[in-house]
């Protein structure tokens, strides 16, 4: 009887490396999203057609309206919801990859998709960090790859702020300064 050869390439070896650090990014990112806590309900507000425009950034402006959800809800139902979308998205990846059927060179497209992926979730932790830093209640980011979108709670945002917000977006992502959106939460 011949003894069955276990040959392990340099595509698998790679393979579970990307996973391995695709897994990793989305623990870390688990990991890292601020708890959920019960606090007392305020409003949330809507944003409105009120928009100015301040250099590239568009800013738009929000007033308070009569809504079921308070502020701090809206942040953890906007990182429940990012997280869950993330995770479906490296449950897909990891399936396409794991596949059977597929060439090699879909096998590394996709292998860069999950490295983009988790790159992605790497900068949203860092931008809502540097924001929180600045001195904000809290923030959510939303990146994928060519538009930054930044939801901030604060009682007014200005000029030197949304700025500041735009800067740290600039210095931690590649996205160019007309697709940045900071939208305003009360």
Known sequence: MKKPSLIIGKKQIIMTCLTLMLAIAVYINYTAAPKISDEPDTKIVTAENDTVSYGETEFVNAETESVNASGSDY????????????????????????????TEEEMVMNALDAVEVSKLIESEGTIESLIKA??????VAYLDGSTAKVV???EGLDKAQAASIKEIILDETEVSAENIRIFEVK
């Open 75 to 102: 942040f953890a139902q906007a990182r429940l919801d990012k997280m869950n979308n993330r995770d479906t998205a490296v449950q897909t990846l990891q399936s396409i990859i794991g596949g059977g059927d597929i």
């Open 134 to 139: 600045q001195g904000f209640e809290d923030c």
């Open 152 to 154: 901030v709670k604060t």
